[in-house]
């Protein structure tokens, strides 16, 4: 059961930018981040109803989630949407995986006993150059459609830099302690819709035209993709552990490049999936999952009786708070993780 959540969680995150995209043919930007948000909360809500979960009735925690929603959900799932009118949902699944080096550089800011190892140092190094290779400079000027793309790209990583900031703060503030993860995700998205609603007379305006394709794909990214797939992370987490269940990270951009190429015919370019791998070795880098079996070995060598494998986490804020590892010891000691 918990291999096919496994499976599940991976289509669902991995699907995410590819249903914005189908969303975008006839929604704006605004439209598809509201409405994904709001659907992820109700869905979660009904989740809290029926699981018989309490609210939080302190100030402090609902203070603290308020600014967690507004990094984790609304800043991002806007700048998500707005990005991909002109970026290919593939690259954008791509760009997603950055989030973990940029929590990393969120932590060493917002939490002043996180510094940088010089592992997580060369970890962060090596996911710049990911970037960089994903944005070809090179094509930038020869190339007006990968010119026009760039603004786009700068969104989605101000997208992975609002994770970052989101998930440090849950880092440094502790927000929610008491409560599980499904309940403080809730309370989170909840407070993301209330603000998107509030600002969407404004913002979320432009002409709305509905079919299938539109209202299967708005519901597959907010009540599955933005709702459901956290619960089922939430269950892989306690099952798994925060660092097995968060190897989902590397097939979701796997998932994303799939379906972009494959169903929407959108083009592919060699230093895409280069900078990709470039990215991903760079967050196993950091979060120590790279020379991990060596230590093992050198460690069970001086101590066979602590020999024990330490646990990597690296969270993922494509669900709507990435707060499911975050709250596992694992996480807190290192909470690198990607959201769409």
């Not at 189908?22 to 509201?34: F, S």
């Not at 973990?100 to 002043?112: D, F, G, R, S």
């Not at 994770?163 to 989170?188: K, N, S």
């Amino acid at each position: 059961m918990n291999a096919l959540l496994y499976v599940l969680v991976a289509l669902t995150w991995g699907s995410s930018f590819f249903f914005a995209k189908i969303g975008l043919d006839g929604l704006a930007p605004q439209q598809v981040a509201t409405v994904r948000t709001v659907l992820g909360a109700l869905t979660l809500v009904v989740v809290l109803l029926v699981t018989r979960r309490r609210w939080p009735r302190e100030k402090r925690v609902w203070g603290h989630l308020l600014v967690v929603a507004v990094f984790l959900n609304a800043v991002p799932s806007s700048l998500m949407a707005w990005a991909e009118q002109t970026v290919p949902s593939g690259l954008a699944s791509i760009y997603n995986a950055t989030t973990p080096i940029m929590t990393l550089l969120a932590l060493a800011v917002l939490v002043p006993t996180e510094r940088l190892t010089r592992r997580q140092v060369g970890g962060v190094v090596l996911g710049i150059v990911g970037v960089l290779v994903l944005v070809g400079p090179w094509d930038v000027l020869g190339d007006p459609q990968v010119l026009a793309s760039v603004p786009g790209q700068v969104a989605l990583l101000g997208m992975t830099a609002s994770y970052g900031i989101g998930l440090a703060w849950l880092r440094r503030f502790g927000v929610g302690g008491g409560y599980d993860p499904t309940t403080v995700a809730t309370v989170q998205l909840t407070l993301a819709a209330g603000l998107m609603l509030v600002v969407a007379p404004v913002v979320a305006t432009g002409p709305v035209q509905l079919d299938w394709r539109i209202v299967g794909a708005m519901v597959a990214l907010g009540a599955v993709g933005t709702g459901l797939a956290y619960a089922w992370n939430t269950r892989l987490v306690g099952a798994w552990g925060a660092g097995r269940a968060s190897t989902v990270t590397y097939l979701t951009p796997v998932v994303g490049v799939a379906l972009g190429v494959l169903v929407l015919g959108e083009p592919l370019r060699w230093n895409e999936p280069v900078g990709g791998l470039v990215v991903l070795a760079g967050i196993a880098l950091a979060s120590g999952l790279l020379g991990a079996r060596r230590r093992r070995r050198t460690r069970a060598v001086a101590d066979p009786v602590e020999s024990a494998p330490d646990e990597p986490s690296v969270t993922d804020p494509s669900a709507p708070a990435g707060a499911a590892a975050a709250y596992s010891s694992r996480a807190d000691r290192d909470p690198s993780s990607p959201v769409p």
